[in-house]
């Protein structure tokens, strides 16, 4: 049975993850600030060129440090965290009103604003989870739990999957793999969160969050459908970029910390 792009996922997903577990499991709380601050910072930049063609360089630096500030912000639970949600599409609007026709605002100009805001308060919440929760398994639910999902998800899909999901939208992804996706998430929260939290409690997290990670990964599926691209960068050489790359965890971390809050846990 193949697994077509298989070897590109083995040369990210390792050094990603040896990377991932030991900022967050070694390098404690800040360098978790830092690493997910950076991370939105890409997301802002490549947000900008995938929905507007041709835009200057810097203008694509502004956006992303921006959407890097407020993550930084929302991580550390600023009072203005809220507001600076909007700071990166604020910037972008303001270079579209000065230096763009109307035509085409609505899929650009708050394309941007939408995207921004949607990968700067995911990673935000990831780093306000770094600081906040003690135990390191907490933080790494969203991550992982996407994660291995996804990689359920791929494995069963090629080998068993027949019945498509959302085939205008995300032509591989079939039914099959989704629910295999849902038992990897499930089960990698369970083992995560073994002795520290309900096995009931755990379950529901893990199939809350892989639910969430796959409409997280339909959201930018259709983004690039629309724009009519691959990939939403090259940060990760053929594997496509800090959007492709994180589109389920920064929908599946609001939903992890909505449930820590409901259940108790952390």
Do not use: N
């Amino acid at each position: 049975m193949a697994f077509p792009g298989l070897r590109g996922r083995i040369l990210v997903a390792i050094p990603g993850l040896v990377m991932f577990l030991g900022v967050i499991l070694l390098g404690g709380p800040t360098a978790s600030l830092v690493l997910f601050s950076l991370l939105a910072g890409l997301a802002g930049y490549e947000a900008v060129a995938l929905c507007v063609v041709s835009t200057p360089i810097p203008l694509r630096f502004m956006v992303g440090s921006a959407a890097a500030l407020s993550t930084w912000l929302t991580g550390v639970g600023s009072q203005y965290a809220m507001q600076a949600l909007m700071l990166p599409g604020a910037v972008h609007a303001m270079w579209w009103i000065f230096r763009r026709t109307p035509e085409g605002a609505r899929a650009g100009m708050l394309g941007v604003m939408a995207l921004s805001a949607y990968y700067t308060l995911g990673f935000g919440i990831l780093a306000r989870l770094s600081l906040e929760w003690a135990d390191r398994a907490f933080v790494l639910i969203p991550l992982v739990s996407c994660w291995v999902g996804d990689s359920f998800a791929y494995f069963a899909g090629c080998r068993w999957g027949r019945h498509k999901m959302l085939p205008l939208v995300s032509p591989a992804k079939s039914w099959e793999g989704f629910a295999a996706g849902l038992v990897g998430s499930m089960a990698s929260v369970a083992v995560l969160g073994h002795g520290i939290a309900p096995l009931a409690h755990l379950l529901l997290v893990g199939l809350l969050c892989g639910i969430a990670g796959v409409i997280g990964d339909f959201f930018e599926s259709v983004v690039k459908r629309d724009a009519g691209i691959k990939d939403s960068g090259r940060f990760l050489a053929d594997h496509g970029g800090i959007l492709d790359r994180f589109d389920s965890v920064v929908a599946a971390a609001p939903v992890a910390l909505v449930l820590y809050g409901l259940l108790g846990l952390g």
